[in-house]
């Protein structure tokens, strides 16, 4: 998991209540993506970013938003928690060119809410 | 849609044997296709990366396959060890939507 951090590793927090979950690399890696792991469900992509200020939405992004106002730094944000957003989510980035192209995750984060 | 497959969701071996896991993918314009591997309780490590230039990637007991004509990627274990038990996960990266798409893996469990 070297250059990448999520925080926070662990988090408990009530339905209804806003909650943000941040993913920094120190790798200057231009794609950064956020995914949520579920029992049954595998990995799922919540968002993307392929620059800064530069997203796009993946196969479950309702109820979530992101923002990357710099290279280093993207933002998970949960405006209203529910129950059925508890869960592990990674966060992983990507140099998209000749010699580096390995998707690198971060230890995950886990979210319940009650 | 991007879709990814792996077949079958869990297998359990003896120590010793060679084993295949399996991925398929309906992406026509894959980029690039990476082999994972997850532990218990713990993030995803990767373990292989195909470019679609590419046919087969190794790394020590591992050799990763990607036939693009068929939508299939195998990896390969050989001489398999309890120590590799695992989660394995395959995931598939759009050239067109620059997505990157998982399988929901293949546990594996190798018996001693």
């Known amino acids: 998991d070297a250059g990448i951090t999520q925080s926070p590793r662990h988090k408990v927090t009530e339905t209804g209540t806003p909650v943000t979950l941040r993913c920094h690399q120190t790798e200057n890696h231009r794609y950064m993506y956020w995914y949520r792991q579920d029992p049954g469900h595998g990995l799922r992509l919540i968002h993307y970013s392929y620059g800064v200020k530069d997203t796009d939405k993946g196969e479950v992004s309702d109820g979530y938003s992101v923002s990357r106002s710099k290279t280093e730094d993207f933002l998970l944000t949960l405006e209203s928690a529910t129950s059925s957003q508890t869960s592990v989510y990674f966060c992983a980035t990507q140099q998209i060119n000749s010699g580096a192209n390995v998707l690198t995750f971060g230890a995950g984060s886990r979210l319940t809410v009650l | 849609k991007q879709e990814v497959t792996q077949i079958p969701a869990a297998l359990s071996v003896p120590e010793g044997e060679n084993l295949v896991l399996n991925c398929s993918f309906t992406d026509s314009a894959i980029y690039n296709l990476q082999w994972f591997r997850q532990d218990p309780g713990k993030g995803l490590t990767s373990l292989l990366l195909?470019?679609?230039?590419?046919r087969e990637q190794t790394s020590g007991r591992l050799n990763a396959s990607l036939d693009k004509s068929s939508g299939r990627s195998t990896l390969y274990i050989a001489a398999s060890q309890p120590g590799d038990s695992a989660t394995y996960l395959c995931?598939?990266?759009?050239?067109?939507?620059?997505?990157?798409?998982f399988g929901q893996g293949t546990t594996l469990q190798v018996k001693p």
């Open positions: 195909i470019q679609s230039s590419q």
């Open positions: 995931a598939d990266r759009s050239s067109n939507t620059g997505k990157l798409i």
